[in-house]
Nanobody
């Protein structure tokens, strides 16, 4: 059974930092893209960042460019999201994803984690 388990979420003040981790089990994703999405209350889930299998290619949503950094450790089957200079508008449930794809012009994924809450206070 494939599982993606996120950790590292929490409450932080604006301007602070958090590092999310996502550990995969049940299969290796060392040859697959992985990424992060988020969903704020009352809003649709949105793409945040993705990383290719080798870690040599990353893509970010405009809203997080320059503040968030995605990375991965294939030996640990884990992907990370370093979030700096956090803003209240970054408050959301953050979801790890594996095997990203584009469906109808939007990012989607085959595998999903259960999500971790990030709350940024002003």
């Amino acid at each position: 059974q494939v599982q993606l388990v996120e950790s590292g979420g929490g409450l932080v003040q604006a301007g602070g930092s958090l590092r999310l981790s996502c550990a995969a089990s049940g299969r290796t994703f060392s040859r697959d893209s992985m990424g992060w999405f988020r969903q704020a209350p009352g809003k649709e889930r949105e793409f945040v960042a993705s990383i290719n299998w080798s870690g040599g290619w990353t893509i970010y949503a405009d809203s997080v460019k320059g503040r968030f950094t995605i990375s991965r450790d294939n030996a640990r089957n884990t992907v990370y999201l370093q979030m700096n200079s956090l803003k209240p508008e970054d408050t959301a449930v953050y979801y790890c994803a594996a095997q990203l794809r584009v469906v109808a012009g939007r990012y989607d994924s085959v595998y999903w984690g259960q999500g971790t809450q990030v709350t940024v206070s002003s």
